[in-house]
């Protein structure tokens, strides 16, 4: 099993550019997440999906948007980048969405706007 | 307003020096509440689940116990290898979207 993986592992944008950050996970998880996560603070949820078809909002999910068209993949779309999306994205999955199960993550995305 | 607040933010220790990290949390409801273990460059990696009050978990030299407002991470004679940042997270019951709320972390630095 190779987990969950990201692509691309790094990338700079200009303000205004779009891009889509990619995940995937192999272990027939139903819930997929991502976080992004800022220098001194915590993990932030920026959407979740509980299956494939079904996706919601999380914490901070302004300027970014997401789909989730299989089991396995669960893509980040970034419109119109803005320096205040500079951050390291994480993606994670887990079996179900209750504390017996844990989250999985993923490498990471470092992403920089400039 | 549900918080979870990690301290020290930083630990130096020597090899072998013993120590303890602390998570303090405020939830409505406490779920489930996990350790995580982030290397530079990496995402988290689990290490325990803890679910109510008075409940230990060991795996080699880490020990996590719960109490109803915190849990600390026990590092038992500590090597090198030790040395990363340890992330504490909650469960926590709020409107059926089992949200977590993550601390920003314990970064440790074991010396040889």
């Known amino acids: 099993n190779a987990g969950v993986t990201q692509t691309p592992k790094f990338r700079i944008l200009k303000i205004g550019q779009s891009m889509t950050l990619q995940c995937t996970q192999d272990?027939?998880?139903?819930?997929m997440y991502w976080y992004r996560q800022d220098p001194g603070m915590g993990l932030k949820l920026i959407y979740y999906?509980?299956?494939?078809?079904?996706?919601d909002k999380g914490e901070v999910p302004n300027g970014y948007n997401v789909s989730r068209s299989t089991t396995e993949d669960f893509p980040l779309r970034l419109e119109l980048a803005a320096p205040s999306q500079t951050s390291v994205y994480f993606c994670a999955s887990s079996y179900s969405g209750d504390s017996y199960n844990e989250q999985f993550f993923g490498p990471g995305t470092r992403l920089t706007v400039l | 307003e549900d918080q979870v607040t990690q301290s020290p933010e930083a630990l130096r220790l020597q090899e072998g020096e013993s120590s303890s990290l602390n998570c303090s949390y405020t939830v409505s409801g406490l779920r489930g509440l996990f350790w995580y273990r982030q290397d530079p460059g990496k995402g988290p990696e689990f290490l325990f689940t803890l679910y109510s009050a008075g409940e230990e978990k060991e795996k080699e030299r880490l020990k996590a116990t719960l109490t109803k407002k915190e849990s600390f991470l026990h590092i038992t004679a500590p090597k090198p290898e030790d040395s990363a940042t340890y992330l504490c997270a909650v469960q926590a019951l709020g409107s059926g979207t089992y949200k977590y709320i993550f601390g920003t972390g314990t970064r440790l630095k074991v010396l040889a």
């Open positions: 999906s509980v299956g494939a078809g079904i996706t």
């Open positions: 272990m027939n998880h139903n819930y």
